[in-house]
């Protein structure tokens, strides 16, 4: 089946550090989604794309949906304390029988005030 | 408000027992998931709906099973042939299938 590699697996930084992780896939994908966990609650949608090459924003949030259409990547800027948590990777290719969301397994953001 | 609502929050189960989690959404959204999540590890998919009265396995449905007989309700039945049920179990929903998914708090499985 479809796998994703999703890097690093966990980020130490200081307030105030921009972040990068990225996903990538064997397969391609025609929709990324990055999800944020908090501990103990379910996964917040963050950003959804659609489009080869696409770049979009959500304040702090930039993520973008590679060319090759088989890798994505998440950036933060100016980290904060509140961003702490988990981030997955997803991705969905549109087959016959339907589309199945494919996660990565995550990356652990810890921000030191 | 407009959501997922998983419920309860924590569950205990006894050795060889059946427990029920529940999921609801007043979104009226078609599709809804079940997700097992382990430590460490990303989700992973047991059963999904894509309309009411109909569903299908996931990658792990062995020893789980679903219902969907109301659009707004999707619960998983964690049976007593899932040797390893502890874990955190999320369920979610979308408009329809090809669509983002949107994701309620979890329940929490524990073994007594």
């Known amino acids: 089946g479809q796998q994703l590699n999703q890097s690093p697996q966990s980020m130490f930084i200081q307030e105030g550090e921009d972040v990068s992780m990225n996903c990538t896939s064997s397969s391609i994908f025609n929709t990324w989604l990055w999800y944020k966990q908090d501990p103990g609650e379910g996964p917040v949608l963050l950003i959804a794309?659609?489009?080869?090459?696409e770049l979009t924003s959500n304040g702090r949030l930039t993520a973008q949906f590679g060319i090759t259409r088989k890798d994505s990547f998440l950036n933060i800027s100016a980290s904060i304390p509140s961003d702490v948590g988990i981030y997955f990777c997803?991705?969905?290719?549109?087959?016959?029988?339907?589309?199945?969301?494919?996660f990565g397994e995550g990356t652990q953001l810890t921000v030191n005030p | 408000d407009g959501g997922i609502t998983q419920s309860p929050k924590y569950l205990f189960r006894k050795e060889g027992q059946n427990v029920t989690l529940s999921c609801e959404q007043n979104l009226n959204h078609d599709a809804m998931y079940w997700y097992r999540q382990d430590p460490g590890q990303g989700l992973r998919l047991i059963y999904y709906s894509q309309i009411v009265n109909d569903f299908q396995k996931g990658d792990i449905a062995e020893g789980y099973s679903v219902s969907r007989e109301k659009k707004e309700s999707f619960p998983l039945t964690v049976t007593s042939a899932q040797k390893n049920p502890t874990a955190f179990y999320l369920c979610a929903s979308s408009m329809a299938f090809n669509q983002p998914q949107h994701f309620g708090d979890g329940t929490r499985l524990s073994i007594l």
């Open positions: 794309l659609y489009k080869a090459g």
């Open positions: 997803a991705g969905q290719f549109q087959e016959t029988s339907g589309s199945r969301l494919t």
